[in-house]
């Protein structure tokens, strides 16, 4: 067995094989950019090598200066973690001519793997099930639309090279294939230096379901089960289960099988995942193979009782599999959600900034959290957007889902817009809890999981209310402790008036609604008055912004954090957002400059659609930034003229930059 890794990569990942290798006595060595410099991953190994500036494509892709590090450390083996380099066959070669074991496949298997062109001829000869398609290596634009005509409508483009939902459109009608296509090859080409794609008949209401395979160098290969990863949103999964619901036994050996056959015919060692696409009549087509451990193998982990990293380098050390197929088992029922900073509302777009506040649920047998962030990190423009991986386990999948919608509940996260609220909402979403499941699930169930915001309720104003008088009470004891005169009466804030009861106003926004609360001080005690009722309070503050609230003889465990003006009240697993108002601070009338379109993040400009001085109808694509590794299209807000762009092609902008000049049409103003 090694003595020393290397992971070369970064994150939750890194810090989960960090985890594996220190309980194994394994050493690590983490590699980190100028912009993770105080990562948790540093933070956790047992060294650590800067290899290059935040860009990926100069530092972790960059193959020789994490070879470097293996040697000047004396790693024995490399564990390339999920993206970046775990599945590019140049950086295993570069392995191997190192004499640094790769924590992976043999060479040739990423290289048959790698494209999925190419691994669909492979199935086809080992009699894997395929999806009807185009894999061919004619790339030119005329001839994939002449395939995709073929194939007929809906179609799906994919990049041959890709993962992850990127470089994938679906294309509904023969008119949009163009732009699709366009914008695919420029995706992938972007994130895999690779613009080649196929196309696939895309499958209504399909299902996908993926299987867990394990070979090592001694002949031997099992699967560990399935895990169905249907719940997607821009063709990324979004919450991971295992087993799949509704799979019977002849179903899952018969995919189980295809998945083994598929590994072996390839000569595969270590870690994979088969997948499928999967017809709700339970037929299914091999989609493809990734050639690492995937984000969701903790599932699969939980229902096995397994450690997949732990058997990931125990194979790579030479030794056989630690059991055979038939030692295998499912216990129970175990769930993932994918925690991350994006704003649900506005198309999943990614959010950066630092974690201000984040307290994530207590890990039991039954609750897991997989992370690369604590309190006061960044989430960083450079890099994917994760948070951290919410992993529950319990007897059944009923069971799990209760554990996933409290442990949603426990979590709190400020300082960057985040998915938790979205994510409680479909774990209870109707269809999602009685497994109705699909890849469109998230789409044909927005009316439930996209509610139009409403006010928060009475007692969310109250407490935040409330949490003003006890923070201003506290600031004042604080200032007392700092002063000359301790016991000064100035810094009492009980509300003691001479023959009268004092009263306050607390003044908060929530959204386009403002209110104010009134604080009355009766005897030795508060009461607060808001929209015409007036209830007795009293609270205090205990760790972590957690505040215990007594309402009118109610007890109601909260938390508040305080970030500038804003407040983040937490009440029974939902966050509401107020806005403290000063009544003592006064802004004038006007805005933003009016017909500029700013950047939502900062990026870069990849395209420049419409035509300066050109005419376009509300709804039209004006350029195209690349921000967060994905593309986001800069829409017309109205119909109206493009009078210049603020950026060319190739030029990074950061936030809040304008991007276009643009003039409304009259009738853009108009309602519909």
């Given at each position: 067995m090694f003595t020393k890794i290397l992971i070369a990569n970064r994150g939750e990942i890194a810090c989960r094989v960090i985890k594996t290798a220190r309980r194994m006595g394994i050493r690590s060595v983490a590699v980190y950019s100028e912009a993770d410099a105080g990562a948790r991953h540093v933070r956790l190994a047992d060294e650590a090598v800067c290899i290059g500036a935040p860009p990926p494509r100069e530092s972790y892709l960059v193959i020789d200066k994490i070879i470097g590090a293996a040697l000047a450390t004396g790693a024995q083996a490399i564990h390339p973690g999920y993206g970046f380099l775990s599945e590019n066959?140049?950086?295993?070669?570069?392995?191997?001519?190192?004499?640094?074991?790769?924590?992976?496949?043999?060479?040739?298997?990423?290289?048959?793997?790698?494209?999925?062109?190419?691994?669909?001829?492979?199935?086809?000869?080992?009699?894997?099930?395929?999806?009807?398609?185009?894999?061919?290596?004619?790339?030119?634009?005329?001839?994939?639309?002449?395939?995709?005509?073929?194939?007929?409508?809906?179609?799906?483009?994919?990049?041959?090279?890709?993962?992850?939902?990127?470089?994938?459109?679906?294309?509904?009608?023969?008119?949009?294939?163009?732009?699709?296509?366009?914008?695919?090859?420029?995706?992938?080409?972007?994130?895999?230096?690779?613009?080649?794609?196929?196309?696939?008949?895309?499958?209504q209401r399909p299902r996908h379901i993926e299987i867990q395979v394990f070979g090592d160098s001694h002949g031997n290969c099992v699967y560990l089960f399935e895990r169905d990863c249907s719940v997607q949103r821009r063709h990324q999964k979004v919450v991971e289960e295992a087993p799949a619901p509704g799979m019977t036994a002849e179903r899952r050996a018969a995919m189980g099988k295809a998945a083994v056959d598929a590994a072996r015919a390839v000569g595969y060692v270590g870690a994979g995942t088969v997948e499928f696409i999967v017809n709700q009549e339970g037929t299914f087509y091999f989609m493809e193979m990734n050639t690492r451990l995937q984000v969701e193998h903790p599932v699969t982990e939980m229902i096995t009782g397994l450690d997949l990293v732990e058997w990931q380098?125990?194979?790579?050390?030479?030794?056989?599999?630690?059991?055979?197929?038939?030692?295998?088992?499912?216990?129970?029922?175990?769930?993932?959600?994918?925690?991350?900073?994006?704003?649900?509302?506005?198309?999943?777009?990614?959010?950066?900034?630092?974690?201000?506040?984040?307290?994530?649920?207590?890990?039991?047998?039954?609750?897991?959290?997989?992370?690369?962030?604590?309190?006061?990190?960044?989430?960083?423009?450079?890099?994917?957007?994760?948070?951290?991986?919410?992993?529950?386990?319990?007897?059944?999948?009923?069971?799990?889902?209760?554990?996933?919608?409290?442990?949603?509940?426990d979590y709190r996260v400020v300082g960057v817009s985040n998915n938790i609220g979205f994510l409680s909402r479909l774990v209870a979403c109707p269809a999602f809890a009685q497994a109705e499941l699909d890849t469109g699930l998230i789409e044909r169930e927005r009316g439930f999981l996209f509610p139009e915001g409403g006010e928060p309720p009475a007692?969310?104003?109250?407490?935040?209310?409330?949490?003003?008088?006890?923070?201003?009470?506290?600031?004042?004891?604080?200032?007392?402790?700092?002063?000359?005169?301790?016991?000064?009466?100035?810094?009492?804030?009980?509300?003691?008036?001479?023959?009268?009861?004092?009263?306050?106003?607390?003044?908060?926004?929530?959204?386009?609604?403002?209110?104010?609360?009134?604080?009355?001080?009766?005897?030795?005690?508060?009461?607060?008055?808001?929209?015409?009722?007036?209830?007795?309070?009293?609270?205090?503050?205990?760790?972590?912004?957690?505040?215990?609230?007594?309402?009118?003889?109610?007890?109601?465990?909260?938390?508040?954090?305080?970030?500038?003006?804003?407040?983040?009240?937490?009440?029974?697993?939902?966050?509401?957002?107020?806005?403290?108002?000063?009544?003592?601070?006064?802004?004038?009338?006007?805005?933003?400059?009016?017909?500029g379109l700013t950047a939502p993040m900062p990026g870069k400009v990849i395209a420049l659609i419409a035509a300066v001085g050109g005419k376009v109808e509300k709804g039209a694509p004006l350029l195209i930034l690349e921000a967060m590794k994905m593309e986001h299209t800069i829409a017309a807000p109205s119909a109206g003229t493009v009078k210049a762009f603020r950026f060319n092609v190739g030029e990074q902008v950061s936030d809040g930059a304008e991007l276009v000049e643009f003039e409304a049409d009259k009738r853009g103003h108009e309602p519909a």
């Open positions: 066959e140049e950086f295993a070669e570069a392995c191997a001519k190192n004499n640094i074991v790769f924590v992976g496949p043999p060479v040739s298997a990423i290289r048959a793997m790698g494209l999925k062109s190419e691994s669909k001829k492979l199935m086809e000869k080992a009699g894997v099930p395929l999806t009807p398609g185009y894999h061919g290596d004619n790339q030119e634009p005329a001839h994939l639309k002449k395939q995709a005509d073929a194939i007929g409508y809906p179609v799906l483009i994919k990049a041959s090279a890709g993962g992850g939902g990127k470089g994938m459109r679906a294309v509904w009608k023969a008119e949009e294939f163009a732009d699709a296509l366009a914008s695919c090859q420029r995706e992938a080409k972007s994130s895999f230096g690779d613009e080649h794609v196929l196309i696939e008949k895309y499958l380098l125990k194979v790579a050390a030479g030794e056989p599999l630690p059991l055979a197929q038939k030692q295998l088992r499912i216990h129970g029922h175990a769930l993932e959600a994918r925690i991350y900073a994006e704003d649900p509302d506005k198309g999943f777009l990614p959010s950066i900034g630092r974690l201000i506040h984040l307290a994530p649920p207590a890990e039991t047998i039954n609750v897991r959290v997989d992370t690369g962030v604590e309190q006061d990190d960044e989430i960083s423009p450079h890099y994917d957007p994760m948070i951290a991986k919410l992993i529950v386990w319990d007897e059944s999948r009923e069971r799990a889902l209760a554990r996933m919608l409290q442990a949603l509940a007692e969310a104003w109250l407490v935040a209310a409330l949490a003003e008088l006890i923070q201003d009470r506290q600031y004042a004891a604080a200032e007392a402790l700092a002063g000359n005169d301790q016991h000064s009466p100035w810094h009492v804030r009980d509300g003691w008036r001479v023959n009268s009861t004092a009263r306050r106003e607390i003044r908060l926004r929530a959204g386009e609604s403002e209110k104010a609360a009134h604080a009355i001080y009766a005897g030795s005690g508060i009461e607060l008055e808001f929209e015409g009722h007036r209830v007795a309070a009293a609270g205090r503050f205990i760790d972590g912004g957690q505040l215990r609230v007594d309402l009118g003889g109610r007890r109601i465990s909260a938390t508040v954090v305080a970030a500038n003006e804003k407040r983040h009240v937490f009440i029974d697993g939902v966050c509401h957002l107020f806005s403290a108002i000063d009544p003592l601070f006064h802004t004038g009338s006007g805005g933003g400059a009016e017909g």
